[in-house]
């Protein structure tokens, strides 16, 4: 199988390759003057199974780079197109809220299934669980990476408990405490704008414990500073932060100070992408 990359997940695809059976791609990106851009991809391809691994945290030109290189390979006569979208952008507007919103995640899933055989994810916001899955009909198989992130933080913390931010988030927090061997539990969260959210905690007792808040992205960062706030206020003895998918879109300084240790996963590259998901995609990629 020949593995490509957009320009978003070169270091990623490059890990992913390296493993047996599977093969780095060649293919030629790059801008117009206007901003469009420009594919060629210059593997042999016909007849061959072929991987693209593109995140989307810059998610129009990720996405529309992604369905040039699909177009690409599919004009070239590979026999089979797997997408793999790490992060997949457009995934929390996944139904209508509001009367006459339309529903991203379906519209940006069905294009990308127009363009491939098969739509790998990790921890796609909309689901809750790894697995196959098929929303709006559209078959997709999600990794799960959270079991990564919470091994990453087993062995650092010596009294652990582990903290959903929202309720959302508590299934993956109650796996994540069975590998940690903890308690865990969730905060009740309300978001008063895109950047803005209240928290309140309930009976859990924090005191002197090793919070870890695990999340499945980090955008603002917003939720996970208003989060290790209250653990802190409440008397929790450290606070660490743990996510799949880094986004950071104010920038990471903004955790200095808030929170003792924060990692994510490399589905996105940023300066705290300490746990890597290279084998995990490699392992669920060969056709
Ligand atoms: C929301 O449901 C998500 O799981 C995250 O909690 C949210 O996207 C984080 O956003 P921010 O970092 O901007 O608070």
Do not use: W
Not at 150 to 177: M, Q
């Amino acid at each position: 199988m020949i593995i490509f990359s957009g320009s978003q997940s070169k270091k990623l695809a490059e890990g992913v390759s390296a493993q047996d059976d599977l093969e780095p791609g060649v293919v030629e990106v790059r801008q117009f003057p206007d901003s469009e851009f420009y594919v060629r991809i210059l593997s042999g391809v016909r007849g061959k199974s072929c991987g693209v691994i593109q995140s989307m945290p810059d998610p129009n030109n990720n996405l529309v780079e992604m369905l040039l290189i699909l177009g690409g390979l599919r004009d070239c006569g590979a026999k089979n197109i797997t997408a793999v979208v790490p992060y997949l952008a457009y995934a929390r507007q996944d139904k209508k809220f509001k009367e006459g919103e339309a529903v991203s995640a379906r519209t940006i899933l069905g294009i990308l299934d127009e363009f491939s055989d098969r739509i790998i994810t990790v921890n796609s916001h909309f689901l809750d669980n790894a697995g196959r899955f098929k929303p709006y009909g559209i078959e997709l198989e999600n990794l799960d990476a959270f079991p990564l992130v919470a091994e990453y933080f087993r062995d650092k913390l010596k009294n652990p408990v582990v903290i959903a931010p929202d309720k959302g988030a508590v299934g993956y927090a109650k796996n994540a405490a069975r590998i940690i061997d903890c308690d865990f539990d969730y905060l009740e969260k309300t978001r008063i704008s895109d950047d803005k959210v209240e928290m309140s905690i309930k009976n859990l007792d924090v005191g002197g414990k090793d919070a870890l808040i695990l999340d499945d992205m980090i955008s603002t960062g917003g939720t996970i500073i208003e989060a290790a706030r209250l653990l802190r206020r409440k008397g929790a003895g450290s606070v660490s932060a743990g996510c799949v998918h880094g986004l950071f879109t104010k920038g990471l300084e903004r955790f200095r100070g808030e929170v003792d240790e924060i990692a994510c996963t490399d589905t996105l590259e940023t300066g705290v992408s300490k746990v890597g998901v290279g084998e995990l995609i490699a392992r669920a990629i060969p056709y």
